[in-house]
């Protein structure tokens, strides 16, 4: 059988499997490897990703082929909509073990243990590169939040303590009030901005978790990132909230 690309973005099928007697009907993306794809299957029907072995039926259940290619494109195979994908076990698991987890086995084992077998979700994701060991996309986000945090430090050393400002947070009115601290904090990495409102429009003290980072009244405290602070000269505006 021919097997041709196709561009519709997402497919809706039918996955069975051989250790259980349901059919369930899903919705993925053909833009998925056929390695990520197993993983998700995993969360349907119970078989380990690296103990798979899938075959591929037309709506009319008649075999098409297998996806036996881990790095190809879930869309490169002639999966469309009604189609059914069979799931063969290989762990050694038996036809209904998973539905009733009560004969499930439970037991624990060690880190050392794990990390030698070759049939485990880890070394599925090792071997295809997938997730945390997938070191070109860590490297990416890494070289991200440094550069994230790098532009976050120059923005934050323009803003002294003790200045006026205005802060303009996405979804917010503006608020004004007095910059109290400048830096990183223990609660989220990061450079923040504590800032002292001139009104209870804040959520904390100038502390979280119980660390100080400023005083203030209860309620006129809050921490924001240097991107929403505009320092300038901006008068105390008065909106009566203390009256209420």
């Not at 939040?145 to 009115?173: D, F, K, W």
């Not at 450079?191 to 400023?214: A, C, M, Q, T």
Request: hydrophobic residues 30%; charged residues 30%; proline residues 5%.
């Amino acid at each position: 059988m021919e097997v041709t690309g196709l561009s519709a973005p997402t497919v809706n099928v039918f996955i069975s499997s051989s250790l259980n007697s349901f059919r369930s009907q899903k919705r993925y993306s053909r833009s998925l490897t056929v390695a990520e794809f197993k993983c998700k299957l995993q969360l349907v029907v119970g078989s380990p990703a690296s103990c798979m072995e899938l075959d591929l039926y037309g709506p009319d259940d008649k075999f098409y082929c297998k996806l036996d290619q881990d790095d190809a494109l879930l869309g490169s195979y002639p999966v469309d909509d009604g189609c059914r994908i069979h799931v063969i076990d290989h762990s050694g698991a038996r036809l209904g073990e998973y539905e009733d987890l009560s004969k499930v086995e439970k037991y624990e084992i060690s880190q050392e243990a794990y990390e030698q077998r070759q049939n485990s979700i880890r070394s599925f994701l090792k071997r295809n590169k997938l997730g945390r060991f997938n070191e070109e996309e860590r490297a990416q986000q890494e070289a991200e939040n440094s550069q994230r945090l790098i532009e976050e430090e120059a923005q934050a050393s323009t803003i002294p303590v003790g200045s006026r400002c205005e802060v303009r947070a996405p979804g917010q009115p503006p608020r004004r009030g007095t910059v109290m601290y400048v830096g990183l904090t223990d609660f989220k990495p990061g450079h923040w901005i504590g800032v002292r409102y001139d009104e209870p429009l804040g959520k904390n003290d100038g502390s979280v978790n119980g660390k100080h980072y400023f005083e203030c009244q209860a309620k006129y405290g809050a921490f924001v990132k240097p991107s929403v602070v505009t320092v300038g000269d901006f008068p105390e505006e008065d909106y009566g909230l203390d009256e209420m």
